[in-house]
């Protein structure tokens, strides 16, 4: 299986956008295409997509006026106009600009995260499975980040986007997965991959927590940190509230569903209703990490992640198409280990489970 190309960033943020915008110009218009006909599958149509990515780059360069310049950069070097690029990192504004509730169920994600107390070489090791469209594995990229304070950031996203998820040089990785409640949309924030770039440019696990805290969102989203001095937390976000949950016996598990004991009583679950595949990929994966015969390690969450036990909604999803024939699938494994700075990624692994290491050196 082929692997993901890597294109690498650096500079200040218009130089970074521009080197993005050129080296992955046709990834990025591969996914331009692809969400261009998922906006329209959604009678969602250029001129709408317009007003809602106006929107969006308002509250990006409020919020970060150094990530809009990078976008603008991306979009020059793409040939591609600013809204392009905008709208694949809002996809989900703009797939959700109307009638939320009643939009097929996406598929989604699952992640692990095992502390140095219960893994082999007793380092932290930070996984997920990417359940998304099929389709994004051609769009996909692993993207090498430098800026000019030598902030690095090595991580999967979609051409185009400025993160998805990955790990930093100060030991910092994230995973993101989406959750759903009944107050989607109703608020003015700032897209999720954005966030996630302001995330991992932090240097402490409190630094990064408190980004999440702080950031204005648009939709509910799980967010699993960990951190290279044996640390990790998970924080179930929703627009106006945070939750928050700690490892057990060395483990944090999260699939598409809230487990926090106060998001339960404060959140209205609809990603139950929507994916109620969750509940089963969750099991599955505690299933495989407690019977292990011995420390975690790289193959134990493999193992986990490729678990295909209650087919076509385990853990490893293979190609099936949603009500509206779009296929829909496990698009990438990746597994980081933050304190050796490098990581491994198989594309489209119900395929083959060929995984591709990447490092920072």
Not at 27 to 51: C, D, M, N, Q, T
Not at 223 to 243: K, N
Request: proline letters at 6%; aromatic letters at 6%; one cysteine or more.
């Amino acid at each position: 299986m082929t692997a993901f190309p890597l294109i690498h960033i650096e500079g200040g943020p218009r130089d970074r956008g521009l080197q993005y915008g050129r080296s992955a110009g046709e990834y990025i218009h591969r996914a331009l295409a692809l969400y261009r006909g998922e906006f329209e599958r959604r009678s969602i149509f250029w001129p709408e997509v317009e007003k809602v990515c106006d929107q969006v780059s308002q509250h990006i360069a409020l919020y970060d006026p150094d990530t809009m310049i990078e976008i603008a950069a991306i979009a020059e070097g793409a040939e591609l106009p600013v809204t392009a690029i905008v709208a694949i990192n809002a996809r989900t504004e703009v797939i959700n600009a109307r009638n939320y509730r009643n939009q097929p169920a996406p598929a989604e994600c699952s992640g692990i995260v095992a502390l140095p107390d219960v893994t082999r070489d007793g380092t932290v090791l930070h996984g997920q499975n990417w359940d998304w469209l099929d389709a994004a594995a051609e769009s996909t990229i692993v993207l090498h980040f430098r800026d000019e304070r030598d902030h690095e950031i090595l991580g999967l996203a979609e051409a185009g986007q400025v993160a998805r998820c990955g790990m930093n040089n100060a030991g910092l990785a994230l995973t993101a997965n989406g959750l759903h409640t009944d107050r989607e949309g109703e608020t003015q924030g700032v897209c999720s991959p954005v966030i996630r770039r302001n995330v991992l440019l932090q240097k402490t696990l409190g630094e990064a927590i408190g980004v999440i805290m702080k950031s204005p969102r648009n939709y509910s989203h799980n967010f699993m940190l960990s951190h290279r001095d044996g640390m990790a937390i998970d924080l179930e976000t929703t627009p106006s509230d945070v939750f928050w949950l700690k490892p057990r016996d060395g483990l944090l598990v999260h699939a598409n569903h809230f487990t926090s004991p106060a998001a339960l009583v404060s959140a209205v679950d609809e990603g139950v209703r929507r994916s109620p595949d969750s509940l089963v990929r969750e099991m599955l994966i505690e299933g495989t990490l407690n019977r292990r015969s011995g420390p975690v390690d790289r193959q134990t969450i493999i193992d986990a992640f490729m678990d295909s036990t209650d087919a076509p909604y385990g853990v490893l999803q293979p190609p099936r198409s949603e009500k509206a024939g779009v296929m829909e699938a496990t698009v990438a494994t990746i597994i980081m280990e933050p304190a050796r700075g490098r990581m491994w990624v198989s594309r489209q692994p119900y395929l083959a489970q060929d995984f591709t290491e990447y490092a920072f050196s």
